[in-house]
C-alpha cells in the first residue's frame, strides 16, 4: 500500500501536523486526484477547531483542490484518468432528500464538504465523490484556480444570480480574499462596478482591480455615494461585520438588493420604511454546486479574473494557515502540493 504526505488535525484545537497516510483507492462513483494545489480559506477553521456538528478526527482540512484525476472507480462516466479537476465546498450530494429532489444539490441535507465529511486536500491524493467534480480550464494554472472553487464561486454565483444587468449599479463591501475577485467579476460581467473598503490606500488597488468607482467607509457616507450614482441594484456584502453592511444598506436604489456573503455573527439592521417604498431586499448566498464551480473556473480563464495568492508548500501549511487566518494575508493563500 502506498503511502502519502498529509497535514491532518488529531483532535479539535490541536495542531496541524505533517504525517504519512495511507492512499486510498477510489469506491463505487468516485475518483482520487493527485493534488497539484488547495487553498487556505477561512472556513477551514471549522475543521481544525471542532466547530462542525458530527466531525470526527482525526481530519485532512482543506475544500479548495486543484489536481488531477489519478485512478477512477467503477460506476464512474465522463471522467478520466490524467483530467484536471476541481473540488470545492460542494463536496458531494445525497440525490435523494427534498431539496436534491428539487433540485437544490449545494443545501443538500446531507451534504458533504471535503476536509470536513472526509479527507481534504492538505494533501497529495484526495479521493472525491464524482458529483463534486469540476473540470479546470488549460490556461489556468493550478494555483489559482484553488481558490476560485470557494471564494470564486461564492462572488460570481452571487452575482450572477443577482438579477442585476450588465450597465446597473454594483457595489462590492470588502476588499478581502472574497471582495477583490467580487470586484473583478462584477467588472467583467458589465456592470457599473464599485468597490467600497475603509482606507483611502486601498482606492489604487480597487481601481486596479476594475472597479469604476472607490468609496472610503472612513471617510464618506457609502450610502450618499451610492445614491448620488442612482442606488445600487446590487450591494454584494462579503465582511464580516453585521455593522459595516447596515452602514450600506441605505445606498440601495428601487428594487435594490443586498447579497451577504460574509459571515457575521452581528445583526444586519433593516430600515423597514426604505425597504417598503423601494421594495429592497436582503438575501444569503451559499456557494454552489461543482456544476457552478466549473462555470466560475470557465469564465474566469475567459475574462482574465485571477485570485492574488500567496504560495506556500505543503510542509508549511500551519505557517500558511496562521497567516490567512491572521490576516496577514491580504486576499489568497495557496498550498502547493505538486
Known amino acids: 500500500m502506498s503511502r502519502m504526505k498529509a497535514v491532518q488535525v488529531e483532535t479539535a484545537g490541536g495542531p496541524l501536523k505533517l504525517v504519512e497516510l495511507e492512499v486510498r483507492e477510489p469506491g463505487e462513483g468516485q475518483v482520487r486526484i493527485k493534488v497539484q494545489a488547495c487553498g487556505i480559506c477561512h472556513s477551514d477553521s471549522l475543521t481544525k477547531e471542532g466547530q462542525w456538528p458530527g466531525l470526527q478526527f482525526p481530519r485532512v482540512p482543506g475544500h479548495e483542490i486543484a489536481g488531477v484525476i ?37 443545501l443538500c441535507e446531507k451534504a458533504q464538504v471535503p476536509g470536513i465529511s472526509y479527507d481534504g486536500g492538505y494533501a497529495e491524493f484526495v479521493v472525491a465523490p464524482v458529483e463534486a467534480l469540476a473540470s479546470i480550464p488549460d490556461d489556468l494554472s493550478d494555483a489559482d484556480a484553488a481558490p476560485l472553487l470557494c471564494a470564486g464561486i461564492t462572488t460570481f454565483n452571487a452575482l450572477r444570480n443577482s438579477g442585476a444587468r450588465a450597465g446597473d449599479v454594483v457595489a462590492i463591501l470588502g476588499i478581502g480574499g472574497l471582495g477583490h475577485l467580487g470586484v473583478q467579476f462584477a467588472r467583467k460581467m458589465g456592470f457599473n462596478t464599485v468597490a467600497i473598503a475603509r482606507g483611502k490606500d486601498k482606492a489604487a488597488l480597487a481601481k486596479e482591480l476594475g472597479a469604476h468607482h472607490y468609496i472610503d467607509s472612513t471617510t464618506q457616507s457609502i450610502s450618499e455615494k451610492l445614491n448620488e450614482l442612482g442606488g445600487a441594484k446590487v450591494i454584494l456584502a462579503t465582511v464580516t461585520s453585521g455593522k459595516a453592511m447596515s452602514a450600506a444598506i441605505g445606498g440601495l436604489g428601487l428594487n435594490g438588493k443586498m447579497i451577504m456573503v460574509g459571515i457575521s455573527e452581528e445583526p444586519v439592521e433593516v430600515p423597514v420604511g426604505q425597504f417598503i417604498m423601494g421594495r429592497n431586499s436582503v438575501q444569503g448566498w451559499p456557494s454552489g454546486t461543482s456544476a457552478d464551480s466549473q462555470d466560475t473556473l470557465a469564465f474566469s480563464a475567459l475574462s482574465g479574473v485571477k485570485p492574488m495568492i500567496e504560495e506556500f508548500p505543503l510542509e508549511r501549511a500551519a505557517e500558511a494557515y496562521d497567516r490567512m487566518m491572521s490576516g496577514a494575508a491580504r486576499f489568497r493563500v495557496v498550498l502547493k502540493v505538486a
Open 70 to 106: 489519478d485512478a477512477v472507480g467503477s460506476g464512474v462516466d465522463g471522467w478520466r484518468v490524467g483530467q484536471r479537476v476541481g473540488v470545492g465546498w460542494h463536496g458531494g450530494h445525497c440525490g435523494r432528500c427534498t431539496r436534491c429532489r428539487q433540485g437544490d444539490f449545494v
